[in-house]
């Protein structure tokens, strides 16, 4: 039986933890409620990461976000399910750092032995269904914990897809007994692309199984069909994002909320400038659980 629920972050806001930012991390020591790290990056044995990591874990809640798992790929030819040898350095980095929650992404990005370097979509089918599950099965026994599923950015759909995204997500989390990672941008990304309403997949998403969201920044191409948002992560979260964020943690109440910003790395001060807007609103949520007046949780 694996232990539950699926994540013990505090529902506070996060931020991914970059190397360049640990000097500013140690002297501000900043009142967040833990760090992000992916977990491909510290599947080594040593040295100066780890010391940083270890450090940090120490003051800190961590969270470990899987980016190589490839949840959604097919197995080599001749092997059953994800490759043993990574689920065995995962195994390896949660029993040392014992972190809060383990995420991956709803994607494939292997093919048989080739990997590559990417989140790429699935068919939302049966047949995937299953695949994932199975998978997930995997991993959650491997690791002896639940981990968190995330919902993907995506920029095509598939024709053969028979499964609307959020009933696809809903019957994972009722199989596996994962929970799910809400990144809120990719909601939004994903229906601005598709010509859809992001209110309503909202609506029809499982908003009962999350235990962790993310907001992080896009960046907008103008197509003679219309706008393409690409899920970029290198600037600051845009405003419907917030609007999207602030209305379901009204529902859902408070979550523990990573911003990610991975690329053009703003000054730290910046990024714990957009980690006390997602404050703002967690605290709004918390004092309105307690009968608080409602308009607190504005952004």
């Known amino acids: 039986m694996l232990p539950a629920p699926a994540s013990t972050l505090p529902p506070l806001p996060g931020l991914g933890f970059k190397p360049e930012h640990f000097a500013a991390i140690r002297g501000l020591r900043p009142a967040l409620g833990f760090f992000e790290v992916h977990a491909e990056n510290y599947m080594g044995a040593g040295g100066p990461p780890h010391a940083m990591l270890a450090a940090l874990r120490a003051d800190y809640g961590l ?8 949840i959604g790929g097919l197995p080599v030819a001749g092997a059953r399910g994800l490759d043993p040898a990574h689920l065995a350095r995962l195994r390896a980095l949660v029993d040392r750092y014992q972190p809060e929650s383990f995420s991956e992404h709803l994607a494939w990005s292997s093919h048989g032995a080739a990997y590559l370097n990417d989140l790429l979509p699935l068919p939302y089918t049966p047949e995937t269904l299953t695949l994932v599950c199975d998978h997930i ?29 959020t009933a696809f997500l809903a019957e994972i989390a009722r199989r596996t007994g994962c929970g799910l990672l809400l ?43 219309g706008p393409l948002l690409i899920d970029a992560h290198d600037r600051p979260v845009a405003d419907p994002v917030w609007a999207l964020y602030a209305e379901v943690i009204a529902q859902i109440g408070a979550q523990p909320t990573l911003i990610e910003w991975d690329n053009d790395l703003p000054d730290f ?22 009968g608080g007046p409602r308009h607190a949780a504005a952004c």
């Open 183 to 225: 990144d809120v941008n990719n909601v939004f990304v994903s229906c601005t692309n598709h010509r859809q309403d992001p209110r309503a997949y909202l609506a029809d998403f499982p908003l009962h199984a999350v235990g962790e969201i993310h907001l992080g920044g896009h960046a907008a191409e103008a197509l003679p069909s």
């Open 63 to 70: 969270s470990l976000h899987g980016v190589g798992l490839s």
């Open 137 to 165: 099965d995997q991993v959650q026994e491997a690791l002896g914990m639940r981990m968190l599923l995330e919902n993907p950015s995506t920029y095509l759909l598939f024709a053969q897809s028979s499964i609307p995204e």
């Open 269 to 290: 001060p910046q990024l714990l400038a957009e980690a006390a807007r997602a404050g703002v609103v967690l605290a709004g949520a918390d004092l309105a659980a307690r």
